[in-house]
């Protein structure tokens, strides 16, 4: 294979599908945390979905299953985010939408190797899901001004500290990657990984025994 298939991708590259987590009715409620301070939020992620879905990119929605700190058992998701069909809903008992979920399988087996993540909340289930991706080898990214927090200033820090996407890099991206379900096959990440190793060990010196 040629040399550049291994560069590591640009953002506009980058094989991206779309993680929506926990925007449900239980995690928004008039008296703790009404939806109103995060209406711009909610926008941006509602707009994100349908271009997602227009680009007929994978919309991963990621809904908790379990006792909320409210007691709420509302478990569908707002109706600010409009029509998420078609999208794939997984349903998870932690904090990180991988752990024991079938989400990394998926998003492997359909060709993507990274993930945007956008949703609620920024001090617990999104960043505990942008962190778990890396231990799956997808390489994760935070949907700029899609992030809720329990406070604002909180959801900006996670943003410094992540790697993120911006609305124009989001479209960009929408247009340019190109999605492949052979991308992920074993003997392609095999090969790929092969020749991370042959770059890495033709840098030192060969020793013969």
Known sequence: MSE?????????Q??????????????????????????????????????????????????????THSGSTDLKFIEELGDVEPCTV????????FLNTQLADIIMRKGYDAVLVCGSYAEYCVMATYWGANDYEITPFLLSGGIIAY??????????VCSTYNMDEVLENLKTAEIDPDYNKT???MR???????????ASSHHHH
């Not at 509602?46 to 879905?53: D, E, G, N, Q, Y």
Request: net charge positive.
């Open 4 to 12: 550049p298939d291994y560069k590591v991708p640009t953002k506009a």
């Open 14 to 67: 980058r094989r991206l599908c779309l993680i929506v987590v926990d925007m449900q009715n239980c995690f928004f409620n008039e008296n703790e945390s009404p939806k109103e301070p995060y209406k711009e939020e909610i926008e941006t992620i509602a707009k994100t979905i349908r271009l997602f879905h227009e680009h007929s990119r994978d919309v991963f929605m990621i809904r908790y299953v379990g006792e």
């Open 90 to 97: 997984v349903e998870k008992h932690h904090m990180n939408s």
């Open 151 to 160: 406070s604002k200033e909180k959801g900006r820090s996670a943003e410094d």
């Open 187 to 189: 003997s392609n990440r």
């Open 192 to 202: 790929r990984k092969y020749y991370y190793v042959q770059q890495s060990s033709s």
